[in-house]
């Protein structure tokens, strides 16, 4: 019976967790990667939040519009991410930039 309990109660947890996320609505910024961990999450500034950063946090089901293997500090981006109440911002899509478009 414990055990029951504890699944239902994981269980309950998980499709709370998810409610917000669907219902949140998106947002969208270009900025400059200062600071990154390769698939957790990566700080970004830009003219309204610098000197301050604000991370967005990477998960599995984003959509990549570049290799990953580009998404290094000091390079230009444009994240689309939503806030669901985590600790950080929820990034849905990520798109690298042309080195053209850093003026």
């Known amino acids: 019976m414990k055990h029951a309990f504890m699944a ?31 698939g957790e999450w990566i700080a970004i ?15 599995e089901t984003i959509v990549y519009e570049e290799n990953t293997a580009s998404l290094q500090t000091g390079v230009r981006v444009t994240v689309w991410w939503k806030s669901v109440g985590e600790r950080r ?7 690298v930039l042309p080195l053209a478009a850093t003026r």
Not at 22 to 35: C, E, L
Not at 89 to 95: I, L, S
């Open 8 to 38: 239902s109660l994981v269980a309950a947890f998980v499709v709370v967790s998810a409610l917000p996320y669907r219902g949140a609505s998106q947002h969208s910024t270009t900025g400059t990667i200062v600071q990154f961990e390769a």
């Open 45 to 59: 500034a830009n003219e309204q939040t610098d000197p301050q950063a604000f991370q967005i946090a990477l998960r």
């Open 89 to 95: 911002f929820v990034a849905d899509r990520v798109r």
